[in-house]
């Protein structure tokens, strides 16, 4: 899954511009075992910043038909929490077909639908160059996985990421990410008891705001002035 923190960058926090920029993975293998109430908690750190970023990941429905998968994490901008439903694509893996987020007490806004169309869970999807086999141990054990390595186009930084997957680590398939710039994201703690967050009313995607209000213009514009006859003068 190349793209999927691509949805978290738009609150442009430091460590979510991290994520995004290395386009953090998810395994296929790794989220097609995990079961329902199956949760992730990674913690990123930056270095000569003191804050700490807490990210879950949590499987909140897992049907035949669909996938629910809820990401909440505390950002310099206050709590983030997404809302994303899946649906299988055989033979490729997973398809995003509905998605909102909400960024601290702002009303929930809907994922455009360009968004979602570029952030499906795939079977093909690669973090980078394969490096080889490596034991790593992170907050929430130690893990056999593969470590890949790979350097971001100039536009994106420069800067080489290395990534250590396993699809023991239910759900994600993450278990450390590493920035050469001093960014650190590893695996602190998993779960099986995730539950459903509920949201508030959503707010359709900006895009869909521009359009709406180009509507509700062009119908202003459209309908005619009405008369107000209580300021008409009185018939003589």
Not at 43 to 72: C, F, H, N, P, W
Not at 98 to 127: E, H, L, R, T
Not at 130 to 146: D, I, S
Not at 209 to 233: E, F, L, N, Q
Request: proline fraction near 7%.
């Amino acid at each position: 899954m190349r793209n999927f923190l691509a949805i978290c960058a738009v609150v442009c926090t430091s460590g979510l511009a991290f994520a995004q920029q290395s386009q953090n993975p998810m395994s296929y293998e790794a989220v097609a075992k995990a079961k329902q109430g199956s949760w992730a908690e990674y913690t990123m750190t930056m270095k000569g910043q003191a804050q700490q970023i807490k990210m879950r990941y949590s499987v909140v429905e897992k049907t035949d038909k669909q996938m629910g998968l809820q990401i909440d994490s505390n950002t310099p901008m206050g709590e983030m929490h997404m809302n994303m439903t899946f649906e299988p694509a055989p033979p490729e893996g997973f398809k995003l077909v509905k998605g909102k987020m909400q960024m601290g007490n702002n009303p929930p806004q809907d994922m455009p639908a360009a968004v979602m169309a570029s952030n499906g869970i795939k079977k093909s999807d690669m973090p980078g160059k394969l490096v080889g086999a490596e034991k790593v141990t992170v907050p929430a054990g130690t893990f056999e996985t593969k470590r890949y390595t790979r350097t971001m186009p100039k536009e994106a930084g420069g800067s080489t990421i290395d990534v250590w997957m396993s699809d023991k680590a239910i759900p994600t398939g993450l278990v450390k990410m590493t920035d050469a710039r001093g960014v650190e994201m590893v695996l602190s703690a998993t779960g099986s008891d995730a539950k459903a967050r509920p949201m508030g009313a959503t707010a359709p995607a900006a895009g869909d705001k521009a359009a709406a209000g180009d509507k509700a213009i062009a119908g202003d514009k459209a309908a005619p002035a009405k008369t107000d006859k209580s300021s008409a003068p009185a018939k003589k």
